[in-house]
């Protein structure tokens, strides 16, 4: 699997922004996919996932402000930021696996290559 992430860019506190990330090669429906962000000098930090069956998780950061829904037949998974805050400041980047849902990036086999959100005023 493939995986492209797009859509970052310099947004005030309490704007809205939509990531997507599009996905190519195998079948993507069969996946989980999920949006990590890491921050300078921080660990890669969970932050949504979204399985084949729909089912979503999200951190207690981002509950409620963020929703990840994914278009199988677009292959793209999607994160709607809202509520921004400058803590939300980090490269966030798209993941993919067969297995199971989880948050640590370390059992995610594929990568997207980041996109960059800043939330400043």
């Known amino acids: 699997v493939q995986l492209q992430a797009f859509g970052g860019g310099l947004m005030q506190p309490g704007g809205y922004l939509r990531l997507s990330c599009a996905a190519s090669g195998r079948t993507f429906s069969n996946y989980v996919m999920v949006w990590f962000r890491q921050s300078p000098g921080k660990e890669r930090e969970f932050v949504a996932a979204?399985?084949?069956?729909?089912?979503?998780y999200y951190s207690d950061s981002v509950k409620g402000r963020f929703t990840i829904s994914r278009d199988n037949a677009k292959n793209t998974v999607y994160l709607q930021m809202s509520s921004l805050k400058p803590e939300d400041t980090a490269v966030y980047y798209c993941a993919a696996t067969p297995r199971g849902m989880s948050d640590q990036p370390t059992n995610y086999l594929y990568w997207g290559q980041g996109t960059l959100v800043t939330v400043s005023s």
């Open positions: 979204i399985t084949w069956s729909l089912s979503t």
